[in-house]
């Protein structure tokens, strides 16, 4: 039976993609979206509604496929986005914004665009863009453009602020980033648990843990209350330095102090117990995270599973339980579609118990361009 392709389709279609997109499955829903718009966008009598592009670039966006858009889709799509009137991306203040935070390497073009159309950049559309250029590499142009913003008489806001930080927490350099944090007082905008954590993150990354004690410490002087993402930050950063103990104090503190581990904040302490060695430890945390109603997923498990095949406890490795990890994530869009009548194809297994325990999963996306 031939099934006409028209906008309610496509949008459930991509709807169900992006509602069931999670870190296991990211490549291969990035892979059906785009074949899927594509393949839509080519059939008779349809044509893509700013709807459609809406859904597709959040795709992108949510697996972070950008070059899915610049490749892919490229240029025509970020056309159609501009001469589309009644675009309207929040909390974006226009098209281009929206376009300029997805895309990295289109944003020279579609910035120029920006300004022949007559539009003037904003705040927004300089955070966006200096977000952009440092994500490439261009600290001469970041720099250019916080002098241009000055001059066009916009101040920093928070985001412009936490940008900074980053950029400063990165480059390990927390004198600089302490000035900066007593200028956005100067000036009215006390920083908050966000900034703290980005700077704490960017100081981690760059292995400056004593920076990020400091900054911690100056964090609670400061009455900003650290939340599960800045203590997961720190405990992250100790155990990737091999500092577990540090990082098991940060860890019950926290506890102690009314916030609950996510999965996120599990994981990293799993992973510090086993990079010691203390597989025990590491799978009482499994079985704490369980108990306290945190559901483990494929991360944790093939973390835990991981280390253990390399210290050679193989038979521990098959007795953890990865497979439903595997199964509760990696279901959804393509039973939604098949009951669209439309056939979509996950070719491949998920793989034997073997590759599972390995946490190797190889699966080939395909389109079937005939509806049936």
């Not at 909390?91 to 281009?96: E, R, T």
């Not at 599960?228 to 500092?243: D, Q, R, S």
């Not at 926290?254 to 916030?259: F, L, R, S, T």
């Not at 253990?308 to 007795?319: H, M, N, Q």
């Amino acid at each position: 039976m031939q099934v006409r392709v028209s906008g309610f389709l496509v949008r459930e279609v991509l709807k169900g993609i992006l509602k069931n997109i999670n870190h296991v499955n990211k490549n291969r829903y990035a892979k059906l979206g785009y074949k899927f718009f594509v393949w839509s966008g080519q059939q008779e009598a349809y044509r893509h509604t700013t709807n459609s592009y809406h859904l597709i670039m959040k795709i992108c966006a949510e697996c972070e496929e950008y070059k899915a858009i610049e490749i892919g889709l490229g240029r025509k799509v970020a056309e159609r986005f501009i001469k589309s009137k009644t675009f309207n991306y929040r909390p974006f203040k226009h098209s281009y914004d929206a376009i300029l935070h997805n895309e990295y390497k289109l944003i020279e073009w579609v910035y120029q665009q920006m300004l022949a159309d007559g539009f003037s950049p904003d705040i927004l559309t300089y955070n966006i863009l200096m977000r952009a250029k440092y994500k490439l590499g261009k600290l001469d142009q970041f720099h250019r453009l916080l002098d241009e913003m000055g001059r066009c008489g916009f101040s920093p806001d928070f985001h412009t602020y936490n940008i900074l930080l980053h950029v400063l927490g990165r480059g390990d350099k927390p004198l600089a980033a302490l000035n900066l944090l007593d200028h956005m007082k100067e000036v009215g905008l006390n920083p908050g648990v966000f900034h703290f954590t980005t700077l704490i993150d960017g100081l981690s990354r760059a292995g400056n843990l004593d920076a990020c004690k400091y900054f911690f410490d100056e964090m609670i002087k400061n009455r900003c209350v650290p939340d599960v993402v800045c203590y997961t930050v720190i405990i992250t950063g100790y155990v990737v330095a091999g500092e577990l103990e540090k990082a098991r104090e940060k860890f019950c503190e926290m506890i102690a102090k009314g916030q609950l581990p996510n999965v996120f904040t599990y994981n990293s302490m799993i992973r510090g117990y086993c990079m010691a060695g203390k597989f025990e430890e590491a799978r009482s945390i499994l079985k704490e995270m369980e108990v306290r109603g945190c559901k483990p997923n494929f991360v944790v498990y093939s973390t835990l599973v991981n280390y253990l095949r390399s210290a050679g406890r193989l038979s521990e490795a098959r007795s953890i339980p990865i497979g439903s990890a595997i199964d509760s994530q990696c279901h959804g869009p393509a039973t939604f579609l098949k009951s669209m009548n439309g056939k979509i194809e996950l070719k491949g297994e998920l793989g034997s118990g073997q590759m599972m325990i390995m946490g190797s999963i190889t699966v080939e996306v395909e389109f079937s361009v005939e509806l049936r």
